[in-house]
């Protein structure tokens, strides 16, 4: 299942990513929390993607579940979110989220900074 806003998908997480997050949701007492995934301004290309976890959804939140998990974003994010694809990668050059967004016209090296 996909956020959708106008029934365009907004978010699709990997099943890796996902059960990389219930695994830290696990880990840090979270359970049952929500997926925070957002925008915010910074970073090396001029906006990074930034996931936390919060206990309830803002009314203008768009909602998504992915089995036990409820991913929320707010309707500025997912401006700049729509169609992006989030994996969790563990592997010999190291681990951590990937961002696959066709929004992005450029992002940098690390993976999580880029520019709209």
């Known amino acids: 299942m ?15 990513a996902v059960q990389h997050v219930l695994r830290l949701m696990e880990r ?3 359970m049952g929390a929500l997926l925070r995934v957002s925008v915010v301004g910074g970073g090396c290309s001029g906006m990074s993607y930034k996931m936390g976890f919060e206990e309830k959804p803002a009314e203008t939140d768009k909602l998504a579940q992915f089995g036990n998990l409820t991913v929320i974003v707010d309707p500025k994010s997912a401006l700049f979110l729509s169609g992006i694809e989030i994996d969790y990668v563990d592997g010999l050059n190291g681990s951590g989220f990937t ?3 066709p929004n992005a016209k450029r992002s ?6 880029f520019s709209a």
């Open 2 to 16: 996909s956020l959708a806003v106008a029934d365009k998908p907004v978010v699709a997480l990997t099943d890796n």
């Open 28 to 30: 840090e007492k979270k």
């Open 99 to 101: 961002y696959n967004n």
């Open 108 to 113: 940098c090296g690390c993976g999580t900074s």
